[in-house]
């Protein structure tokens, strides 16, 4: 998978949109371990991403506890020429205190979302710099197990069975065709070749359509 510019999120099923289980409220800061343990701001945020909504702490943070969340922030479009989502991210140098208050949605299980936010595959990880940024991410497959890693970032499972803790998330077919008893009809998936990559994104990326399963 290659991915041009910021993580994107298309909200397929997302109960929270419905439930109102969003949560804004809190500075997105981390604890910085190679710093004597000081508490300083995210620097950015792209969708896609988990923060833990850390209430007792008083941040949103890959530390600490906490449920892991969904970081998707309202997406404001001032310009009608660029009408996607590719040169979108949050940055604390934007905002007026030096600090992200990023907008958390709860997952739930049974939850569809459609993501291009995978960290690069190089080692160590690169970074997109701009809109025009691009990174190389790992391939992934229909049925794939993914987790939240500690800096909030989904990843690849180890292994190829479900991992038994923890949230789990896994790589659905971007259509089905469901058969009588309300099963995935395998011969229609082998004589029509269901697609990884869903290319639903607005600005055609390479994309992976997910469900929360645990």
Do not use: C
Not at 40 to 69: P, T
Not at 91 to 115: E, H, V
């Amino acid at each position: 998978m290659k991915r041009k510019g910021y993580g994107q999120v298309e909200p397929n099923h997302l109960s929270a949109q419905y439930t109102a289980q969003i949560y804004a409220q809190l500075p997105a800061k981390y604890v910085d371990s190679a710093d004597g343990n000081k508490v300083k701001a995210i620097e950015k945020l792209e969708n896609g991403q988990f923060l833990k909504y850390n209430y007792a702490a008083g941040r949103a943070s890959v530390d600490g506890d906490g449920e892991w969340m969904l970081v998707f922030n309202e997406v404001k479009l001032y310009d009608e020429r660029y009408q996607n989502y590719k040169d979108f991210v949050v940055k604390a140098s934007d905002m007026t205190d030096g600090t992200i208050y990023p907008r958390l949605l709860k997952i739930n299980i049974g939850d569809i979302f459609t993501t291009n936010t995978f960290k690069s595959s190089d080692t160590p990880p690169v970074t997109v710099s701009g809109p025009d940024g691009e990174i190389t991410m790992p391939n992934l497959s229909l049925g794939d197990y993914l987790v939240i890693g500690s800096d909030g970032w989904l990843i690849k499972a180890a292994g190829t069975t479900k991992p038994s803790t923890g949230m789990v998330f896994q790589v659905v077919p971007h259509f089905t065709q469901i058969k009588d008893d309300g099963s995935l009809d395998p011969a229609y998936v082998t004589t029509n070749g269901v697609t990884v990559y869903n290319y639903h994104l607005g600005d055609m990326q390479d994309a992976v359509k997910v469900q929360r399963i645990q």
